[in-house]
Structure formats: structure tokens, C-alpha cells
């Protein structure tokens, strides 16, 4: 049910220009990261978004789970403030044929759905996307699951932890000899998350070629993303060099294996990475470094050569960069234009003008008074700009509201003189 004691979720700014996406209805039944990530990348941009949330009971809270990740203000995470900004809140209990009809009819007038539930679920539920789009012939649904809808694993329980894994980035974040470790970040489902928008948009592009008499809206279709997939999608060369070499790549730290030199280095006050990897950036870095010799020295003009000498030429920047304090490294490549650059913290980010010039943190204010910062919107749109128009929703707060305006358009339907 809606918050009677909550207003709703009002305009935080103006938005000066039609949105990208201003128009687009999506329907959002996803729930912690993979999903409603994608949900967000949409909202940012005008779409309008209406979160499905299964209401409190025996079991819990009710709502969205991401509501009670990490750390809460009075109840709820401040990180809802960033994944389910620019969304509305419509609680309705899936379990029930009266909820499930529901959640139908307003698909019905959607453009997007967005699930990311256990592949067979939403069928069980008797809104498969055969039945769907019969309803709704230009339906897109983005579903998002671990192993994808097809496949011997597609029933397998999928996290992104297990999909980090499986898609090999897990194996190559270690140090050599060393237990992998996770970037400390659901990377897996943000990664599903960006190609689940990307398939949307894409979707909508070819939606938009086949409108005809018989389909007006044109034709949509299904959008599956496995995370495990989109992992992989990322891995680079890792596959080609298998096929090609038999070359199983191995984990290397913070060095970035065949291409040199790039890496992390010590300071007297702390660490910087270098990317000093190009031809004339290596010219310059060792230079800058006072080390001429490497500078002119032939076998290492190209990146194979430096790759044979990786170890001789890290150990001369690391004792360069070990004398030197970290503001120090850094003013002196940046002169020399060489990519480098701190490790930073949440408090470095906070403290950058950087990404302050750039609205890369941007407040928002909770339902009940409290300002978080939470990260801008990308990418940049230089005329049809992401906007932050709402604040994360309570649970259920547009319920009456958005059922309101649907009962409206089922009337004018049935009655178009009257609409």
C-alpha cells in the first residue's frame, strides 16, 4: 500500500529539455542489483519507471531487499538513494492472482518489462512472454538471470559473485600465488545491468523499423542477459590467446600482463598507478624519471621489448616513485603528460573538484530530511541530458496513484469518445 504519512516522491530539479527516453513506460520487477540497475540507467534519462515491490509480511519488511543492504538511515539503505532514484513504488503481491493480474494490465500499456528473476518464475506466475505480448505485441522484456534463459545451467541459482567467477575474472584478480579476491563491488551485476540497457535500446531501435499497419507500435522482443555473459563480454583477449596459443592467462597483481609498463608503484606517503605503456608516453615517463638510458634504448621503443624488460623497467620507476611523496609523483608525470593517479577512497572522491565541475556527486535529499550524495548520471548528453527528478521511493508510496492512472486509460479504452 502507498505511505499516507509520506508525500510523494516530488521534482528535486527542473529538467530543461526533453529527456532521451521521456515517453518510455517500463514496468521494473527486478529486485537487488542486475535489474534495477538497468531500471536506473533508464530513469536517469526521462523513462518513466514504476518499481513492482512485494508488500511486508510474515517473512519481512516486504520491499525491494536492496532496502536493508549495508549501512541504514532510519530503516533504509542510503544506497536505495542511488539505485532506485527517478523510480516510482507500486506494491503488489505476485504470489496472488489479483497481484499477478495487475502487474498484466499494466504491463499491458508498457513499452519495457525488466525481470531478473530464476529463469521459469515469471512463467509459474502465468506472465511468460508468450502470453505477454500477445497482450502486447510491442513489449521488450530484459531478463536478466545467472546462466541465462536457455543452456544446461539455465535452472542454476546465479549470483554475481558465481559469475565473476565463471566468466574468468575472478581468476585473473590475485596476485600470483594468492587467493583471488572480489573488487569489492557487485561488478557482475552491473555489468548485466549495462548490457540489459544496451538490449533495450537496441530493442527499441528495432521495434521502432517494424511498425507497419498490422503492428503500430512495432514488434518487440526478448532482451536475455546472463551475468555470467557479461562478465565475459569483458575479458578481453583472454579466450583468442587460449585458442590461438593454448595460453592460459594468469593472475598478475596489479600489473596489467603483455602490455608495459603499467602497474602500481610505492611512495613515501602512500601508492600511485602509472599507465606508461604507449610508445612516446614510455619516452617521456623515463625521461621525467631521469632514466634517459631506458628512454633511447631501441629494444624497448615498442611494447614487445618492454614486455621482455617489464621487471627491469617496474624496478627502475619504483625506485624513483619509493623517494617521492605521492603529490609529488603525480605533478611531475602529469607535466610530463604520463597517465597516473592516487588510489582514492570514498573521501577522496568526495574531496575531488574534478568530479565536482563535472556533477559526478549530486545530493539528494531522503523522505525524511536527510541529504545524501550519491555518484551523477552517465554517460553526458549534451542536449538531452540524465537528470535526478526523484528521490528513491518508500515503499509503496505511487501505489494509488499509478493504479489510478491505469484504471484511466483501461476507461479510455473501452470508451475512446470520453478520453
Known amino acids: 500500500m502507498s505511505s499516507g504519512s509520506n508525500p510523494p516522491s516530488q521534482d528535486t530539479t527542473t529538467v530543461p529539455t526533453p529527456q532521451a527516453l521521456a515517453g518510455l513506460r517500463v514496468i521494473e520487477l527486478g529486485q537487488l542489483i542486475a535489474g534495477p540497475f538497468a531500471g536506473k540507467t533508464l530513469a536517469d534519462f526521462g523513462a518513466e519507471v514504476i518499481k513492482v515491490e512485494p508488500p511486508p509480511n510474515d517473512d519481512g519488511p516486504g520491499g525491494d531487499p536492496l532496502r536493508q543492504w549495508r549501512m541504514l538511515h532510519n530503516g533504509t539503505s542510503v544506497w536505495w538513494q542511488v539505485q532506485s532514484r527517478n523510480k516510482r513504488s507500486v506494491v503488489l503481491d505476485l504470489r496472488t492472482p489479483e497481484g499477478r493480474e495487475t502487474v498484466a494490465r499494466l504491463i499491458d500499456e508498457a513499452d519495457v518489462l525488466i525481470e531478473n528473476f530464476k529463469p521459469g518464475t515469471m512463467e509459474k506466475w502465468g506472465l511468460g512472454y508468450e502470453r505477454l505480448s500477445a497482450r502486447n505485441p510491442g513489449l521488450i522484456m530484459l531478463r536478466i538471470s545467472g546462466y541465462g534463459q536457455t543452456g544446461p545451467y539455465r535452472e542454476r541459482p546465479g549470483f554475481a559473485v558465481v559469475a565473476e567467477a565463471m566468466g574468468g575474472m575472478r581468476h585473473l584478480n590475485a596476485e600470483p600465488g594468492r587467493v583471488p579476491v572480489r573488487a569489492g563491488v557487485s561488478l557482475g551485476d552491473t555489468l548485466a545491468g549495462l548490457h540489459g540497457a544496451i538490449g533495450i535500446l537496441l530493442a527499441l531501435q528495432a521495434r521502432h523499423h517494424s511498425i507497419s499497419a498490422e503492428a503500430p507500435k512495432g514488434r518487440g522482443q526478448v532482451v536475455d542477459v546472463a551475468l555470467y555473459e557479461a562478465v565475459f563480454n569483458c575479458m578481453e583477449s583472454l579466450l583468442p590467446e587460449y585458442s590461438a596459443f593454448g595460453a592460459v592467462r594468469q593472475p598478475a597483481g596489479s600489473a596489467l600482463p603483455g602490455i608495459a609498463p603499467s602497474n602500481a608503484y610505492p611512495c613515501a606517503d602512500g601508492m600511485v598507478v602509472i599507465g606508461g605503456n604507449g610508445d612516446s608516453i614510455f619516452k617521456r615517463l623515463m625521461i621525467a624519471i631521469g632514466r634517459d638510458d631506458l628512454a633511447t634504448d631501441a629494444e624497448l621503443a615498442t611494447n614487445p621489448g618492454r614486455v621482455k624488460r617489464v ?49 559526478m556527486i549530486l545530493p539528494v535529499t531522503t523522505h525524511d530530511g536527510l541529504t545524501v550524495e550519491v555518484p551523477g548520471i552517465v554517460p553526458k548528453l549534451s542536449r538531452t541530458p540524465g537528470v535526478i527528478q526523484r528521490r528513491g521511493p518508500t515503499l509503496g508510496e505511487d501505489t494509488e496513484a499509478v493504479l489510478a492512472q491505469l484504471q484511466e486509460q483501461l476507461q479510455a479504452k473501452a470508451d475512446p469518445d470520453r478520453a
Do not use: F, M
Open 311 to 359: 621487471a627491469e623497467i617496474d624496478a627502475a620507476i619504483g625506485a624513483w616513485t619509493g623517494t617521492r611523496a605521492v603529490t609529488q609523483v603525480v605533478d611531475v608525470l602529469n607535466a610530463a603528460s604520463v597517465p597516473v593517479g592516487r588510489i582514492y577512497t570514498a573521501q577522496d572522491i568526495a574531496e575531488d573538484p574534478h568530479y565536482r565541475a563535472r556533477d
